[in-house]
């Protein structure tokens, strides 16, 4: 059964500050590893996402750093903005056929002003 | 507007009712999925498609039918609601090729009384 961990299950940050939300896997046939971004009372919003082939992406304030490795991956979230808090989901998935995306069980990120 | 529309945004259901909740995308999207949310379970699939007139079940399916006749549809039938099945519920699309990541509806927030 495929695996994914995600911590913290909570996080207060400062505006201004760094929030760094991590991701463990198991399967090593993932080749798609997204960051959702949901809202209260939305869904789940593609945010990030990184393919194996690199280490790192940037995308304005928000970064994804790969670690094939070790099978994790993490959000950092740079200047956070209370505008940013919600929870955050990683889903890795596959390119084999169908992937039930297999949700961490989400980050509550609350930023404080 | 491109995305995935699932309706109604609320209802309340008495046990032993039957309805369905609907989903449509525009985006031409292969797959398409049904997840329910519930507070500290994550997101949990409960039935989804990889085309037209093709539909199999995900981790949690009981007391859920669904069909696909055509690729933009796919709805999901409560046969006879159980206060069990409170919860909200997400529709999600995405392109067979992994690396697009998934759509989701804004959710259907159902509520079994």
């Known amino acids: 059964q495929q695996q994914v961990k995600q911590s913290p299950q909570s996080l207060i940050v400062q505006k201004g500050g760094i929030s760094i939300i991590n991701c463990a896997y198991e399967n090593t046939a993932f080749d798609y590893f997204p960051w959702y971004q949901q809202f209260p009372g939305k869904g789940p919003a593609l945010l990030i996402a990184?393919?194996?082939?690199?280490s790192e992406k940037k995308e304005g304030r928000f970064t994804i750093s790969f670690n094939k490795s070790a099978k994790q991956f993490s959000l950092h979230i740079m200047d956070s903005q209370p505008g940013d808090s919600a929870t955050y989901f990683c889903a890795p998935t596959g390119n084999t056929g169908f992937q039930k995306l297999v949700f961490g069980t989400g980050t509550r990120l609350l930023v404080s002003p | 507007n491109a995305g995935v529309t699932q309706t109604p945004k609320f209802q309340v259901l008495k046990t032993g009712q039957s309805m369905t909740l609907q989903c449509a995308q525009d985006m031409n999207h292969e797959y398409m999925s049904w997840y329910r949310q519930d507070p500290g379970m994550g997101l949990r699939l409960i039935h989804y498609?990889?085309?037209?007139?093709?539909?199999d079940q995900g981790e949690v399916p009981n007391g859920y039918n669904v069909s696909r006749s055509t690729t933009e549809d796919f709805p999901l039938r409560l046969l006879s609601a159980a206060p069990s099945q409170t919860s909200v519920y997400f529709c999600?699309?995405?392109?067979?090729?992994?690396?697009?990541?998934?759509?989701f509806g804004s959710g259907t927030r159902l509520t079994v009384v």
């Open positions: 990184i393919r194996p082939d690199v």
């Open positions: 498609s990889v085309g037209a007139g093709i539909t």
């Open positions: 999600a699309s995405s392109y067979r090729d992994s690396g697009y990541g998934y759509t």
